[in-house]
């Protein structure tokens, strides 16, 4: 891959029209007691995942092509200087010391980031490379444990693995052949070059249909994800689910991740009203039986269909206590939740002690979408999408739809500053 690379400094006021003030605070972004929400950058691109390097730079892959870093070198919140450089799209990007990973829908390249230097001067790194082709559920998040592994999400190319995807009444095919090289998480080691999913990489947890909000937590040393589970419920078995089912059904589910553990996809899916898993109707399911094989409970069941995009763990001080260490998740949005309105279009936050979710989780910010009803994802003004906690304690929050970056901060009672 080339590095076509440009770099200009952008002054606030040359910001595209209808972008906001950079700075000021966001309009209709709700934000939870004590905290605000600013406007880090605007007009960014169609943002996927961002990281933070611990100078303070924001580095942010686009769907649209190319990575944008950006700089605040005055010290004052807002991004002063920015510059782009890649030509791939993608989604997965990550921070270790100098090494910059980010990964396109077929590999994960890095480059290495030089001191002072807002972007890296040669040519990326080929790190892990080989992916299957596919159209749906293409997008690599990437996490990194810090300890030489990089994790990879590859998500399942189907709805829920039948011969022919998204067929009204099909069975599943049974062993499904995706779980093969797909609906899981790869791992591989982040200090080697040239690796291939096929040759190098060891398939760490199998059964994900789209994990894509993934992260390392370094508290509990442990690799976390929240699933996107499937849709069309209603559709595709209109004797066994209601349209007012669908809406409901499955849960978005927040596990940790083990080594070796099948977290059910897709002969299972979780129902949050019942609290449990059941089996799907692809494999002979009716909306009420149980698997007969236990699969792991998710640690947290979010609302069907918000689609979790994005996963990061506090580990600054700047926010009050109960929130060090814990998890925000960033919803995309919904768009099958007919009849009921579409939601999701927040991001959330689970109280974590240790290892484990300490509570229910709790909105954290909303307002993203614009008004309190829309009837398509088309109608948000911006989506969540990339989250990550910058050097001070800031947690920054990325649109996909406009290209904003917010920066949220807290300066009441028990405020620090810095990260842990």
Same mark, same amino acid.
């Given at each position: 891959?080339?590095?076509?690379?440009?770099?200009?400094?952008?002054?606030?006021a040359?910001?595209?029209? %209808?972008?906001?003030?950079?700075?000021?605070?966001?309009?209709?972004? +709700?934000?939870?007691?004590?905290?605000?929400?600013?406007?880090?950058a605007?007009?960014?691109?169609?943002? $996927?995942?961002?990281?933070?390097?611990?100078?303070?730079?924001?580095?942010?892959?686009?769907?649209?092509?190319?990575?944008?870093?950006?700089?605040?070198?005055?010290?004052?919140?807002i991004?002063?200087? =920015?510059?782009?450089?890649?030509?791939?799209?993608?989604t997965?990007?990550?921070?270790?010391g100098?090494?910059?990973?980010?990964?396109?829908?077929?590999?994960?390249?890095?480059?290495?980031?030089?001191?002072?230097?807002?972007?890296?001067?040669?040519?990326?790194?080929?790190?892990?490379?080989?992916?299957p082709?596919?159209?749906s559920?293409?997008?690599?998040?990437?996490?990194?444990?810090?300890?030489?592994? !990089?994790?990879?999400?590859?998500?399942a190319?189907?709805?829920?693995?039948?011969?022919?995807? =998204?067929?009204?009444?099909?069975?599943?095919?049974?062993?499904?052949?995706?779980?093969?090289?797909?609906? %899981?998480?790869?791992?591989?080691?982040?200090?080697?070059? %040239?690796?291939?999913?096929?040759?190098?990489?060891?398939?760490?947890?199998?059964?994900? +249909?789209?994990?894509? /909000?993934?992260?390392?937590?370094?508290?509990?040393?442990? !690799?976390?994800?929240?699933?996107?589970?499937?849709d069309?419920?209603?559709?595709?078995?209109?004797?066994?689910?209601?349209?007012?089912?669908?809406?409901?059904?499955? /849960?978005?589910?927040?596990?940790?991740?083990?080594?070796?553990?099948?977290?059910?996809?897709?002969?299972?899916?979780?129902?949050?009203?019942?609290a449990?898993?059941?089996?799907?109707?692809?494999?002979?399911?009716?909306?009420?039986?149980?698997?007969?094989?236990?699969?792991?409970?998710?640690?947290?069941?979010?609302?069907?269909?918000?689609?979790?995009?994005?996963?990061?763990?506090?580990?600054?001080?700047?926010?009050?206590?109960r929130?060090? %260490?814990?998890?925000?998740?960033?919803?995309?949005?919904?768009?099958?939740?007919?009849?009921?309105?579409?939601?999701g279009?927040?991001?959330?936050?689970?109280p974590?002690?240790?290892?484990?979710?300490?509570?229910?989780?709790?909105?954290?910010?909303?307002?993203?979408?614009?008004?309190?009803?829309?009837?398509?994802?088309?109608? /948000?003004?911006?989506?969540?999408?990339g989250?990550?906690?910058?050097?001070?304690?800031?947690?920054?929050?990325?649109?996909?739809?406009?290209?904003?970056?917010?920066?949220?901060?807290?300066?009441?009672?028990?405020?620090?500053?810095? $990260?842990?």
């Amino acid at each position: 891959m080339s590095v076509a690379r440009w770099m200009i400094v952008v002054p606030v006021a040359a910001a595209a029209a %209808g972008a906001a003030p950079a700075g000021a605070q966001s309009p209709g972004i +709700r934000v939870a007691d004590g905290f605000k929400a600013t406007v880090y950058a605007d007009d960014v691109g169609r943002v $996927r995942h961002i990281a933070v390097r611990s100078s303070g730079e924001v580095y942010a892959i686009r769907r649209d092509g190319g990575i944008v870093a950006l700089g605040d070198r005055d010290g004052d919140g807002i991004a002063d200087e =920015r510059a782009r450089f890649g030509e791939f799209g993608g989604t997965g990007i990550a921070i270790a010391g100098d090494l910059l990973y980010a990964a396109s829908d077929r590999a994960v390249v890095r480059w290495r980031l030089a001191p002072g230097a807002l972007v890296p001067a040669g040519a990326p790194e080929t790190v892990a490379s080989g992916f299957p082709d596919q159209r749906s559920h293409a997008a690599k998040p990437i996490a990194l444990d810090g300890a030489g592994g !990089l994790y990879v999400t590859v998500g399942a190319p189907s709805n829920n693995c039948q011969e022919r995807d =998204r067929a009204r009444g099909m069975p599943g095919l049974s062993p499904c052949p995706e779980l093969v090289r797909a609906a %899981g998480i790869w791992r591989f080691d982040a200090n080697r070059l %040239g690796q291939t999913q096929t040759g190098d990489g060891v398939r760490y947890a199998s059964g994900l +249909r789209n994990a894509l /909000a993934l992260a390392w937590n370094p508290n509990a040393r442990a !690799l976390y994800a929240v699933s996107h589970g499937r849709d069309h419920l209603n559709t595709l078995w209109p004797a066994l689910y209601s349209d007012a089912d669908n809406a409901e059904l499955p /849960a978005e589910e927040f596990h940790v991740i083990r080594a070796g553990a099948d977290y059910g996809w897709p002969t299972v899916y979780y129902d949050p009203r019942n609290a449990r898993h059941v089996v799907a109707p692809e494999y002979g399911g009716d909306g009420k039986r149980g698997p007969d094989a236990p699969v792991p409970a998710p640690l947290v069941a979010f609302p069907a269909h918000w689609a979790p995009n994005g996963l990061v763990f506090y580990d600054g001080t700047m926010f009050p206590a109960r929130y060090r %260490g814990g998890a925000f998740v960033a919803f995309h949005g919904s768009w099958n939740r007919a009849p009921l309105p579409q939601a999701g279009y927040l991001v959330a936050f689970v109280p974590f002690a240790g290892a484990r979710p300490s509570g229910p989780y709790e909105v954290f910010a909303d307002g993203f979408a614009g008004a309190e009803r829309i009837g398509s994802p088309g109608e /948000a003004r911006h989506r969540p999408m990339g989250l990550a906690v910058a050097p001070d304690g800031a947690l920054l929050v990325a649109d996909t739809v406009r290209g904003r970056i917010w920066r949220v901060t807290f300066s009441g009672p028990g405020a620090g500053a810095g $990260r842990g």
